[in-house]
């Protein structure tokens, strides 16, 4: 058997760590020195800057809205996709994975286009004086389109590994549909469902495109934290908004360790599936 000589494996890893270097670490070192170049009280002052808190508060309002619906749904589509057969079945699974093919300002574009004032339900919404469009109804349906793929992706492929057995069982033995689920199903998914909240949560709250859309960009009302950076540095106002962008970035960093923690739970509960298989 060939052995590759010793050399191109450390080359291989250098140049590894160089790009990650440049392209993650210096980067993400940046943000940081600059969000506190002028001392934490001028960073605390730009994170409680009224137009800012407002962002972010908004921002963790349409996540907790969208991460919940979308959990669910993903539950929802998962079971459906895994634990059934039914007529439509590859066209949900295509479905779920759209939104990764299509660009976040198509996603807002089409909101415009259906509950704008010229929409297709513009002239209805307006005249029972309904707002969707630059408002936050539109944000969370904007949000929703782009991260609702996140959970259901995680589930499906760990539902269909986990099979039937044991919610048949559990049926066999005289348990409701309800009660099964939330004592056979639940349980076993807990770590994936985990998982893919953690993404869903991560991308909601740093969204921009499908939100700028359909935001209106109204100063106060409909700025997340992802359009008032860009607001702050458009004017100038460098260390406000890298102050900003290092909540951002920490919630990034956060998923990232929490990610990697329920990764080798989902790992070996799949090595487990296996071994039951096994014997």
Do not use: C
Request: cysteine-free; proline content about 4%; glycine content about 8%.
């Amino acid at each position: 058997m060939r052995k590759e000589p010793g050399w191109l494996k450390y080359a291989l890893i250098g140049v590894s760590l160089l790009f990650l270097a440049i392209f993650i670490a210096l980067p993400l070192f940046t943000i940081f020195q600059q969000a506190f170049s002028r001392g934490w009280e001028t960073y605390r002052d730009s994170i409680l800057d009224t137009e800012t808190f407002e962002a972010i508060k908004l921002s963790v309002l349409i996540a907790a809205i969208v991460v919940p619906l979308n959990a669910f749904f993903g539950v929802m589509a998962a079971w459906a996709i895994a634990k059934f057969d039914f007529f439509g079945k590859n066209v949900l699974i295509t479905l779920i994975e759209l939104p990764f093919s299509v660009s976040p300002i198509i996603a807002g574009l089409i909101y415009v286009l259906l509950f704008g004032a010229n929409g297709w339900f513009g002239e209805w919404l307006m005249e029972n004086e309904i707002r969707i469009v630059f408002a936050l109804p539109g944000m969370v349906m904007a949000t929703a389109f782009v991260t609702f793929p996140f959970v259901a992706r995680e589930l499906i492929p760990l539902m269909q590994e986990l099979g039937r057995d044991d919610e048949e069982a559990a049926l066999t033995l005289g348990a409701g549909g309800l009660y099964t689920f939330w004592r056979v199903t639940l349980p076993n998914i807990k770590w994936g469902l985990l998982y893919g909240v953690i993404l869903t949560n991560a991308r909601a709250m740093g969204e921009f495109g499908a939100v700028a859309v359909v935001s209106g960009l109204q100063r106060g009302m409909t700025i997340t934290m992802p359009l008032q950076i860009e607001i702050l540095y458009n004017e100038y106002h460098l260390t406000a908004a890298f102050a900003v962008a290092s909540i951002l970035t920490f919630l990034a960093l956060l998923t990232l360790a929490v990610k990697s923690v329920i990764e080798r739970f989902i790992t070996l509960q799949r090595k487990e599936i296996v071994f039951k298989e096994a014997k």
